[in-house]
């Protein structure tokens, strides 16, 4: 009986170490974000108050985060989930907030952070037959490229962590105000560098770029992809070829996620540049942060296309 | 040239309501107001033109402005530009609008052509030798919330007669599913898919391949349908750890439940459950494992006598199945779009009771019939299109375990879109010929389709 009753306690005692590993000890708001942008976002807003954790890398595909189970238990313990919206993350995050069974997180919750609620969206479909490709019905959800747009993204995540930790408003609405001033200030300088590219013409692999292009001036003018998520065909890539041909198209962008064969050779057939760009931070070396990630974009447009 | 302090004025206006808007304000009632300001702007601006043209042309003759005219026709291709994206966002609106209340559907739909060459008797199958061109199955998806408390889900399933060729209607699934249960609690009631082993509770046209594994055909009768209630329960460790547990009357969608009899007893239900983990073994690699039982105790008639080639009959009396799985994946996380290698292996065995109900010259009694059966495959993902992979399975009758099969399927797949999919694949099946089954060689031409809603559920991971 002796020996039932230690190793009872024995269990007793693994099972709850084993829990009390699980518990959180901190009192950090736990957020967790879809994309690498977000993160940096949240960080730069919560600084110490808050512990973030990105799903994506900054190589992933926007749509195409791997859904990795070690994510669940993350997410099971988040307070907020700071995502895109619009659709971009479908093909992963629903069923990751199912799997995660964290009543706090699911659409329409307090946790549930969606920074697309304030934006105006482009290229909103008219049907959302799949003969379109794999449309987004809410309309093109990459506005974060365009850093005015994600400044709004900036704010909903101030918001969101205000409402859920209003103790702390002052430090967050302060560590805002100061992320968004220095987002300003490279916004112009951003601009200023841009406007020798202003009426450039240029393709892209997918449909990443309109609000970019309308940020900066730019024509953006075609995609890679058949319709968003298909594959060239041969007889598109041709068409594609000839249209940059005759409207003498210099650039073409590459996501680094898409390889590099078919972008390479429009270029090469076209006579346009190819360049690599991230659209997230950690698509490339040495973009780390959303700053880092444009500071990077604008400069090598202008470098590729010269002034 | 009052004109420049008023755009000046009009284009601060237009920005801060922009700014306000977005704050405060619905992205469609920010663009309207944007609208009704910048008109109103407009038309003052053609009230100021034309004054000031009349005031010039009275002073001295001389034509309109043109930077006045060109401000008025750059706002009026700027109003153009708002009218058409509140039109698009308004249209967005609309289509969803009466769709609200409604759930999301989807239809898959399946073809499956092939040529063997024995026919249905050598082969054991349902389908003939031989050409067959097989609808095999259309698939009508529903799922919606319930209330804030639950969704719902349910599957129907037509499905080709093999004899009549006629269409037959069945639910396959039709489930309530908990999201706001404490503990990280899930509960499932209603008629679905309980989860045992890897492949189990996918369905057709779900496989990564065209036909299911003999072995789960074998031993849990196809897809592990059942009549019943499973919780699953998300272990709060900082590492994922899943345990799932259900009841249900009847266990794998081509196999009858017990017979109720007079009065059922609890002995006589299914009973599962899985316990399943995951490891990130560097950001590209992943593996997970699992392991499954399931335990009839009592499954007296289920399915009726079962007569053995030599004559002799049985009567299954206890169904117990044990089940280990393991995946090892490779999903470069930069294009897994466009690469990617999946390892997935599963091995069952079966442990049921009989009893020989009548006996032609043997022993009468019960006894166990242990039975092995595994399945691996290997899948590689060379393009974002492009798939190819090959199937190893091995299984001994459940009922008689010197009676084994072999299969070997190589096969290819051509996604032309994730909604689109053609799979081509040869089996070739040893049989040991105990049963009088014969060796087969087999093409399958497997096309299937997805119209409508399509989720990315957590199985498909």
């Known amino acids: 009986m002796k020996n039932a009753i230690r190793l009872l306690t024995t269990i007793c005692l693994v099972v709850a170490a084993l829990f009390g590993a699980a518990l959180p000890v901190q009192a950090k708001v736990r957020v967790v974000t879809t994309l690498t942008d977000l993160a940096d976002f949240t960080r730069e807003v919560g600084k110490d108050l808050v512990d973030v954790r990105s799903l994506a ?37 629903p069923a990751l907030l199912e799997a995660s069974k964290n009543p706090r997180i699911q659409v329409g919750h307090q946790g549930y952070v969606d920074c697309a609620r304030n934006i105006v969206p482009v290229d909103v479909p008219k049907t959302t037959d799949h003969s379109g490709g794999d449309v987004h019905p809410y309309g093109n959800p990459h506005y974060m490229l365009d850093p005015v747009l994600a400044e709004t993204a900036v704010k909903e995540i101030c918001e969101a962590l205000v409402a859920f930790d209003p103790k702390d408003r002052a430090v967050f609405e302060r ?11 490279k916004i112009v300088a951003w601009r200023e560098k841009m406007k020798p590219l202003k009426g450039l013409q240029f393709v892209s692999y997918h449909e ?37 041909k005759a409207d003498h198209v210099p650039l073409v962008v590459r996501e680094p996620q898409f390889p590099e064969k078919v972008p390479r050779l429009i270029a090469e057939k076209a006579g346009a540049k190819l360049v690599t760009l991230p659209i997230m931070p950690g698509g490339v070396a040495q973009t780390d942060t959303y700053i880092e990630m444009m500071d990077y974009i604008v400069s090598t447009m202008v470098d590729a296309v010269g002034k | 040239m009052k004109i420049f302090p008023s755009l000046l004025c009009l284009i601060i206006g237009a920005t801060t309501t922009v700014s306000y808007a977005q704050k405060s304000e619905s992205p469609l009632d920010s663009l309207k107001q944007q609208i009704q300001l910048l008109q109103q702007q407009v038309n003052d601006l053609k009230k100021g033109i034309s004054a000031s043209d009349m005031a010039k042309t009275a002073a001295a003759p ?8 060109k401000s008025v026709r750059d706002l009026e291709e700027r109003i153009e530009e708002l009218t058409e994206k509140v039109n698009s966002i308004s249209g967005a609106q609309k289509q969803s609008k009466p769709n609200e209340f409604n759930p999301s559907i989807g239809l898959v739909g399946e073809l499956v052509t092939s040529y063997r060459t024995q026919g249905k008797v050598e082969t054991g199958s349902d389908r003939p030798g031989g050409i067959d061109i097989n609808a095999r199955s259309v698939e009508l998806n529903v799922a919606a ?26 639910i396959e699934e039709a489930a309530l599913q908990t999201n706001s249960l404490p503990w990280n609690l899930e509960l499932k009631a209603g008629r679905f898919f309980g989860e045992f082993g890897r492949l189990g509770y996918i369905h057709d046209h779900e496989l990564p391949f065209v036909n299911r594994p003999l072995v789960l055909d074998e031993y849990i009768g196809g897809e592990s349908r059942s009549d019943g209630f499973q919780i699953n329960w998300l272990i709060p460790l900082p590492q994922y750890v899943s345990l799932s547990a259900g009841a249900g009357d009847g266990f794998g969608g081509d196999i009858p439940p017990s017979n109720p009899g007079d009065i059922r007893q609890f002995d006589e239900l299914n009973y599962w ?35 053995q080639p030599d004559g002799s009959t049985l009567t299954e009396k206890k169904r117990r199945l044990v089940g280990a799985d393991f995946s090892l994946k490779w999903v470069p996380l930069r294009n897994n779009q466009f690469q990617s ?29 242990g039975a092995w059966g595994v399945y691996s495959y290997l899948t590689y993902k060379f393009s974002r299109e492009w798939s190819a992979g090959f199937l190893y399975e091995w299984v001994q009758n459940n ?25 081509l694949q040869y089996t070739h099946t040893e049989s040991n010929h105990v049963l009088g089954l014969s060796n087969d060689d087999a093409v399958y031409m497997q096309w299937s389709w997805i119209i409508g809603s399509h989720s990315h559920g957590w199985q498909q991971r």
Not at chain 2, 146 to 168: H, L, M, Q, R, W
Request: charged residues 20%; glycine residues 8%; hydrophobic residues 40%.
């Open chain 1, 175 to 185: 560590n805002r105000d100061t992320y968004l001033a220095e987002l300003d200030t």
């Open chain 1, 57 to 93: 890398t900054g190589v992933e595909d926007t749509h195409g985060v791997p859904m990795k189970p070690s994510f669940v238990p993350v997410l099971n313990r988040a307070d907020l989930v700071v995502l895109v919206g619009f659709d971009c993350e479908h093909a992963f995050l």
């Open chain 2, 341 to 369: 290698l999946t390892w997935g292996t599963e091995a069952l065995y079966s442990d049921n009771v009989y009893r020989d109900s009548v006996s032609a010259g043997s022993i009468m009694g019960e006894d166990s019939v």
């Open chain 2, 273 to 307: 459950g899985r316990l399943s983990t995951y490891f990130d073994l560097t950001p590209d690699w992943q593996a997970e494992m699992g392991v499954s039982g399931l335990y009839n105790p009592r499954t007296e008639d289920r399915g009726g006598v079962l007569v």
């Open chain 1, 208 to 244: 990443h770029w309109p609000y970019f292009a309308d940020r900066f001036g730019l024509r953006y003018v075609g995609t890679i992809e058949l319709k968003p998520g298909i594959d060239p065909t041969p007889r598109h890539i041709e068409e594609l070829i000839s249209m940059m």
């Open chain 2, 62 to 69: 001389s034509a309109p402005s043109a930077v006045d005219q």
């Open chain 2, 145 to 170: 919330s319930v209330d804030p408390f639950a969704k719902g889900y349910a599957v129907i399933n037509a499905s080709a007669d093999p004899v009549t060729g006629e269409a037959t209607m069945g």
């Open chain 2, 399 to 423: 009922l008689n375990a010197h009676d084994q099969t072999a299969q070997y399927s190589p096969y290819i797949t051509w996604a032309l879109s994730h909604w689109n999919q053609l799979r």
